[in-house]
């Protein structure tokens, strides 16, 4: 069947792997990639498939109502995928209103657009809104979060998401707009911004820089390979149930300080250094405000209704993410310019 697909954040971390999946695998659909292309949006994430005919790019900022209004009217898609999304914690301490606008205002926006080509006749049409286990807020030692689980966001960042989440609900509820969503945990792969922790200690080892670990480095985290959560909204986006939402998470719980020494190990090996030589830049700082103790997704939903299930290791999936880091080292070098490194100065992190 031919479809039209809006995907917004395209040009992102997780975007750019979910554009890459549908353009491959469904050569007649034509997939429109919309993105405003912020410090976290790079075009060098698609190159290998920006000549396929079946791939638009539309540079648009999702807080400008008049500019989504025009490109929905142009386009006429029959499926939104929605990741364009302010997303990192660290950020939204800093400058919270920035969340409000694009994750929340935005959101409202494209749901808006959605609704006005679609009201006449929602048959065949599916808005996706993908979001994030921090809408449920931190899990003490035990137990996970399930579909159920009640909203309780702690940093600006989460709240955002978490009001995104329920003026997607509320569009369903009030409107009969067809939506689903996907609720998942921490996301590693190619493509990842070198603000978020593997990433940036990756880039660190490379550059002798301290591995700044947050607190007591105790803190725990769900960590999923970023091909695996963009085959989970490919499933959920054509099979999900209307309405519904599905958690996705890798069952793969790590303590930061551990993750990190593992990550340190690895690197030493491909590096061919000597080892506990990474582990030697591990170096404590202060901790984050509102920092969640701890995420773990429940994704048997998912897994019992679609048949999802993470493709590979985390042992893999790391080592295929060094090796990614490895060998494209100009894109982690063209990423770090400018911005980057003003904003790591003034964080957490030190000089
Ligand atoms: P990212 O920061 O890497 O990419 C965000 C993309 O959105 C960028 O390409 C950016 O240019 C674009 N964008 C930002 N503001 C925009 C605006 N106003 N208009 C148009 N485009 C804009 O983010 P990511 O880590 O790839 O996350 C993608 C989505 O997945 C987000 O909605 C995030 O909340 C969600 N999510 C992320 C994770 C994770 O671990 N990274 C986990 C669960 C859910
Ligand atoms: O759980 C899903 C979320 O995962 C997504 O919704 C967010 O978009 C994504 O950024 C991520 O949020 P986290 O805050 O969990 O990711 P981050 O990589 O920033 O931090 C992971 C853990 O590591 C967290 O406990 C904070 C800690 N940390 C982070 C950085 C950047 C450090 O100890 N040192 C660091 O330098």
């Not at 499926?79 to 939204?92: K, M, Q, T």
């Not at 911004?193 to 670990?213: G, M, Q, S, T």
């Amino acid at each position: 069947m031919n479809k039209k697909i809006l995907i917004t954040g395209g040009a992102g971390f997780i975007g750019s792997h979910v554009v890459r999946e549908f353009v491959v695998k469904y050569p007649n659909y034509q997939i429109i990639n919309l993105d405003a292309l912020t410090y976290a949006g790079n075009l060098e994430n698609l190159k290998d498939i920006e000549d396929r005919p079946n791939y638009t790019f539309v540079k648009a900022d999702i807080t400008d109502q008049a500019a989504m209004n025009a490109v929905f009217k142009q386009y006429q898609p029959d499926g939104v995928i929605h990741l364009a999304a302010e997303s990192h914690v660290d950020r939204s301490i800093a400058d919270p209103t920035a969340f409000v606008m694009t994750n929340v205002i935005g959101t409202v926006n494209l749901l808006n657009a959605a609704h006005a080509i679609w009201k006449d006749n929602f048959g065949g049409k599916r808005f996706h809104h993908v979001s994030t286990d921090e809408v449920f807020g931190a899990l003490g030692e035990s137990g996970f979060f399930t579909e159920d689980t009640k909203y309780d966001p702690h940093s600006p960042y989460s709240a955002s998401k978490a009001s995104s989440d329920h003026f997607v609900r509320a569009y369903h509820d009030t409107y009969g707009l067809p939506i689903v969503l996907t609720n998942c945990s921490n996301n590693y792969g190619p493509n990842h911004f070198p603000e978020k922790l593997i990433p940036l200690c990756i880039h660190n080892i490379l550059h002798d820089k301290p591995l700044p670990v947050y607190g007591d480095g105790k803190y725990t985290r769900d960590w999923l390979f970023v091909i695996d959560h963009a085959k989970a909204i490919d499933l959920v986006f054509h099979e999900g149930k209307d309405g519904d939402s599905y958690n996705v998470g890798g069952f793969n719980e790590w303590q930061n300080i551990d993750l990190i020494k593992e990550l340190c190990r690895q690197m030493d090996v491909k590096l061919g250094r000597e080892q506990g030589t990474a582990a030697s830049l591990i170096t404590f700082v202060k901790d984050r405000p509102g920092h969640d103790l701890r995420y773990a997704i429940d994704a048997s939903k998912i897994n019992a209704e679609l048949g999802w299930s993470p493709s590979v290791t985390f042992e893999q999936g790391l080592s295929l993410t060094i090796d990614w880091f490895l060998s494209n080292q100009e894109w982690l070098d063209h990423v770090t310019t400018g911005d980057y490194q003003h904003y790591y100065n003034n964080q957490y992190h030190g000089a």
